[in-house]
């Protein structure tokens, strides 16, 4: 995968940069941290401008963000009851606990979101509740370029600096996506193992 990145940056320049982090957000599976790196080699070789490389990816992962984003809420919380009421040991959650993550991301969303930008694995992942929750555009938008930015900086420096030995950037990113994504699989069997089911008031 990461020749042909290496391809269509060395042929489409910013714009191919843009349209891959693009889909990195849409479609998880391409990554970021090949995407970001390549780029940042291209800027260590002064093929391309690293501050223009950051603002190209983090421009076509926005765009990807905000494609999520509205799609979550086009669907709305409302629209997942009924779902959540039958299957809610799968989706291990119920309605007050719906009600009580929309109270708490009133207060901590843009936290949220903005930490959830820095994570790799479920970084593509943090628009969907934003959506769902409805929260507001202007602070899912602040929230989601401020971490986004922070970690295609982090991402194309990281190329910048290693040159060609950008491959050693996946030694730490690696087991740490790894490891996220076996504490997100723990996490949800024993949700299950303890969820209780909840009985909606007649009538609603």
Known sequence: MSDWV???IDQSGYLGIAFLMFLETVFP?????????????AAGQGKLQYWAVVGSGTAGAMLGNIVWYLAARALGIERLYPIIDRWGRWLTITRPE?????AWFRQHGMLFVFLGRLLPTVRSLVSVPAGLLHMQFRRFLAASILGTAAWTALLAGAGFKLGEKYDRIDDFLGPASNAILITLAIGYLYRVWT????EPPAGR
Do not use: F, K, T
């Open 6 to 8: 290496v391809r269509l």
């Open 29 to 41: 599976p391409i990554p970021s941290e090949v995407i970001m790196p390549v780029a940042g080699v």
């Open 98 to 102: 719906v009600e009580r993550a929309d």
């Open 195 to 198: 969820h209780r089911d909840y």
